[in-house]
T-cell receptor
Framework: AQSVTQLDSQVPVFEEAPVELRCNYS??????LFWYVQYPNQGLQLLLK??????LVKGINGFEAEFNKSQTSFHLRKPSVHISDTAEYFC??????????FGTGTKLQVIP | DADVTQTPRNRITKTGKRIMLECSQT?????MYWYRQDPGLGLRLIYY???????NKGEISDGYSVSRQAQAKFSLSLESAIPNQTALYFC????????????FGQGTRLTVV
């Protein structure tokens, strides 16, 4: 079985400040890891993904994430957030049987 | 045009009614999925299909059924809708090999009254 834990349900941050959204996973097999973003009234779109290779992954809109196998984490970071980053962010893991399991989501609120 | 299209986008139905949500894709992907999203619970997998002849239950399949009419079409049915099936439903697709990300539709907001 595999699971994803997003520890923070909501993260408020001031505009231009850095942010980290936390994600921990568990799986008995090798995994692929993803971060998706959901803007209001929209579907999910991919921010970035880790499949293999470099543990630091860069995505769209200035986001990056670091895969840490020993800590089973895949935290999402951005050095300076913008109002337009206000959205809900989902961490996901794809492991055995190719099923994708999602975390419960973190709502990022950027404060002007 | 969207690569993954869901119809309808919004639906209000009465308890006990049968309802079908439809999904079609132009990505050419073999794999299709139905998820429901509830506040604070993230996305939970209802059913998934790895090809036209392959249908699998997800973690919350009770009260739902699916049909994979073609590679590009995957529909979700609620045989007898109940209020706790009120949620946002998403269809997604992914390739069998290579790029492993999922592509999502815009969602169907279903309200059961």
């Amino acid at each position: 079985a595999q699971s994803v834990t997003q520890l923070d349900s909501q993260v408020p941050v001031f505009e231009e400040a850095p942010v980290e959204l936390r994600c921990n996973y568990s799986s008995s097999v090798s995994v692929y890891l993803f971060w998706y973003v959901q803007y209001p009234n929209q579907g999910l779109q991919l921010l970035l993904k880790y499949l293999s290779g470099s543990t630091l992954v860069k995505g769209i809109n200035g986001f990056e994430a670091e895969f840490n196998k020993s800590q089973t984490s895949f935290h999402l970071r951005k050095p300076s957030v913008h109002i337009s980053d206000t959205a809900e962010y989902f961490c996901a893991v794809r492991g055995g049987y190719q099923k994708v399991t999602f975390g419960t989501g973190t709502k990022l609120q950027v404060i002007p | 045009d969207a690569d993954v299209t869901q119809t309808p986008r919004n639906r209000i139905t009465k308890t006990g009614k049968r309802i079908m949500l439809e999904c079609s894709q132009t990505k050419g992907h073999d794999r299709m999925y139905w998820y429901r999203q509830d506040p604070g619970l993230g996305l939970r997998l209802i059913y998934y299909s790895f090809d036209v002849k392959d249908i699998n239950k997800g973690e919350i399949s009770d009260g739902y059924s699916v049909s994979r009419q073609a590679q590009a079409k995957f529909s979700l049915s609620l045989e007898s809708a109940i209020p706790n099936q009120t949620a946002l439903y998403f269809c997604a697709t992914s390739a069998a090999t290579g790029n492993t990300e999922a592509f999502f539709g815009q969602g169907t907001r279903l309200t059961v009254v």
